[in-house]
């Protein structure tokens, strides 16, 4: 295996076995990152390339910038698991996934070190530059599996990316969007309309008007990734109007 990355990184190749065919000819349009959740690196990278795991990433990120290739951008790497977006359930045959080694919440959530991220934003941008992949279709893995997984978490640095055009990350005036809070337990047609949102940006959640469980666990993945600042169970004015600039496609400039 030779790497696919064009870009002026140094990538070294650790192939895993634990790959197959892309579904249906899938074309590559969403790039996935997770973080590696375990508590040293080369354990993570370990058991991405053990057959008894049977999961896997095309890429990985040491803390110190090294990026390792693991599975051929090509195939399908096991990454995202159960996961939905966008009417989609098969993410693996239509993304790249990177694993960034940080071990996550479970640690204490420690800081991406500068060099770390910028390997990442470099591989990143070269991936994103050619498959074509739009802003909109660069997920955390919390996205696409919420409530079963919390990564890269809100520690991960996207208004980074954003700047290099790499994913979304709207700027907010703290004191706009709709003044509106909602939480669990809450019913009626703000509800609804908030639920319409989410599903209509790719989140996978049923309209019902009721503020129940899985909307909570949405409504927390959403802010993982957009709004980390929001508090934990409310869906309040700040993240209704990241929502409302994320359908309309912004990215921070």
């Not at 973080?35 to 080369?42: C, L």
């Not at 992949?133 to 954003?162: C, N, T, Y």
Request: with cysteine; proline share 5%; hydrophobic share 40%.
């Amino acid at each position: 295996m030779t790497p696919d990355y064009t870009g002026g990184l140094e990538i070294d190749i650790c192939p895993s076995p634990n790959f197959g065919e892309r579904r249906g000819e899938r074309k590559v349009d969403m790039l996935l990152l997770h973080y590696t959740g375990m508590e040293s690196a080369s354990g993570a990278l370990s058991w991405l390339c053990n057959p008894d795991s049977e999961v896997s990433a095309h890429y990985f990120v040491f803390e110190d910038g090294r990026v390792i290739q693991m599975v051929p951008e090509m195939d399908r790497a096991w990454h995202a698991g159960k996961s939905f977006w966008a009417g989609d359930s098969d993410i693996n045959s239509c993304s790249i996934g990177i694993e960034i080694a940080n071990p996550g919440h479970a640690c204490g959530s420690p800081d991406f070190p500068d060099e770390q991220m910028e390997s990442v934003v470099d591989l990143c941008k070269d991936i994103v530059l050619r498959h074509e992949i739009l802003p909109a279709r660069v997920l955390a893995h919390s996205d696409v599996a919420p409530g079963r997984k919390q990564d890269p978490g809100e520690k991960f640095d996207w208004a980074r990316l954003a700047l290099q055009g790499i994913g979304l990350w709207p700027e907010i005036d703290q004191q706009s969007g709709k003044n509106i809070v909602l939480k669990l337990g809450d019913t009626g047609a703000a509800v609804a309309d908030m639920q319409s949102r989410f599903s209509d940006f790719g989140y996978g959640i049923e309209v019902s008007g009721q503020f129940d469980r899985q909307t909570e666990i949405v409504v927390g993945a959403f802010r993982l990734h957009f709004c980390p600042e929001q508090k934990v169970g409310e869906f309040g004015a700040v993240s209704s109007a990241i929502l409302d600039q994320l359908l309309a496609g912004a990215i921070l400039v």
